[in-house]
């Protein structure tokens, strides 16, 4: 076989299960094969600046014998890169250690969501629609506001991937899909200061892109920061927007992985059962639902995708597994294998869902009275201590005086522990704003943060 040609998803699987068929003795082989083609386009100053398109195919495979593991990978899909990629795994199970939880997942009987993500709109979507596509983002954002003085980055991007995993446990699994993106990154400039803001959205489909939010959003925050000073440092409510809210809840949910859990990294481990957020939170992560890109049928071991509760009214629930974490938590894998084809299974979340709350989005700011809303922080996961819970992260926004957005600031630090700030959770927002991807994501109100200008 060569990569030049186009495979479709079931000659991925067949090379995928000939493969497998190749086991030896107490061998167990797992095999995940891939091919993608891509497009960016960046424009710049009504023109484009840059078209980039490519395809890859890639193949990973991995042995198990006697609890020891061996993996490598290629790029290609060649016979003869297929035969080197399975002799290299087999040679490299000699360097692994033992461990008796080392395994393949075995199936396990539940059932797929059998949800069609194959649509190929993105396919259909000509080169000269992309760029046109870019060109006019840039344009957009230009004519949104009299102070924007220039756009930094204005792009579109798409791909399309097959996939196909198959194991010797009896695992023969299939998928393809496709999505696209904006983004745009616009300059506001008042005299001699100049912010930059970002906003983008992705989706399955070319007309499931929010172009409008795109624009709206990105320019102002690019304006909103005009005129930014450091604040006082002073313990205060603090608002969460949306992006933020969901970045805070995707650190949250990585150390709920039991990965982190089993490797000492999660302020949580030996908490389940227990109360660790405020009452109003509920936590899941539902890879069964079709409208986000992290919409799934099987993880990255083949096992079916499910809808796992993480935090159900403030309380632990449980965390998230794959075949091996759940081997040595003697329990079951939660369907929360995530892994690429050249590279190992881990444990993570596919797609993090907070439930809204009560307060209406008129009365978010009134409910705090004094305090800010963060719209943007920076080094959020190097700011994190997995062990403690301990952050402090770079954040920018605006105050909030009387219940009303009043200055923006910037150059700020927000300190907490993920403890602490789960715990301090004091209202959500009844509605959930659409971020990208297809995640929506409800503004949170923390009563008790560390703010301070740095």
């Known amino acids: 076989m060569s990569e030049q040609r186009q495979f479709d998803t079931d000659e991925l699987a067949q090379l995928a299960e000939r493969v497998c068929e190749q086991a030896q003795g107490d061998e167990q082989i797992e095999v995940c094969v891939s091919t ?13 600046e840059s078209l980039r398109s490519g395809r890859t195919a890639a193949i990973g495979v991995r042995v198990v014998a006697l609890g020891r593991q061996g993996f490598a990978s290629a790029g290609s899909l060649d016979a003869d890169v297929v035969s080197d990629t399975l002799a290299a795994a087999r040679r490299n199970v000699t360097f692994g250690e033992a461990d008796p939880h080392q395994g393949l997942a075995e199936p396990d009987g539940a059932v797929p969501p059998g949800l069609d993500l194959s649509d190929t709109a993105v396919l259909r979507i000509s080169d000269a629609e992309k760029i046109a596509a870019a060109i006019d983002l840039e344009r957009r954002c230009l004519s949104a506001d009299p102070r924007i003085s220039g756009v930094r980055v204005a792009a579109w991007s798409d791909g399309w991937s097959q996939s196909a995993l198959a194991s010797s446990t009896g695992i023969s699994v299939q998928s393809e899909h ?117 919409a799934a049928n099987f993880d990255g071991e083949g096992l079916a ?87 402090s992260v770079g954040a920018w926004g605006h105050r909030i005086a009387g219940g009303e957005i009043a200055e923006p600031f910037r150059e700020a630090t927000i300190a907490s522990t993920l403890q602490r700030m789960l715990l301090a959770i004091c209202g959500i927002g009844a509605s959930a704003e659409p971020l990208a991807g297809g995640m929506s994501m409800p503004p949170l109100v923390i009563a008790d943060v560390a703010l301070s200008g740095v």
């Open 36 to 48: 993608g083609r891509s497009t960016t386009v960046r424009a710049y100053n009504g023109d484009v």
């Open 178 to 294: 496709g999505n696209c993106s904006v983004g745009a990154q616009p300059l506001a400039t008042d005299g001699d200061e100049t912010q930059i803001g970002y906003a983008g959205d992705a989706a399955w489909r070319p007309d499931e892109l929010d172009i409008d939010r795109v624009v709206t959003e990105s320019t102002a925050l690019a304006t909103g920061q005009l005129g930014a000073t450091k604040p006082p440092s002073e313990h205060l409510p603090v608002v969460l927007a949306p992006p933020v809210a969901a970045a805070f809840i995707g650190v949250v949910a990585s150390v709920l992985a039991a990965d982190s859990v089993l490797k000492g990294r999660s302020p949580f481990a030996d908490r389940v059962g227990e109360q660790i957020a405020d009452e109003r939170l509920h936590l899941i992560d539902d890879p069964t639902d079709p409208t986000t890109l992290g």
């Open 305 to 391: 995708a499910r809808r796992n509760a993480l935090i159900s009214a403030g309380v632990l629930r449980g965390f998230l597994h794959n075949s091996y974490t759940a081997r040595r938590s003697d329990t079951t894998s939660t369907g929360s294998a995530v892994r690429g084809t050249r590279s190992l299974p881990g444990v993570g979340t596919h797609a993090p869902v907070v439930a809204t709350g009560d307060i209406a989005a008129d009365m978010l700011h009134a409910s705090v009275g004094n305090g800010v809303l963060v719209r943007g922080v920076s080094g959020l996961h190097s700011g994190v201590n997995p062990t403690s819970g301990d952050f």
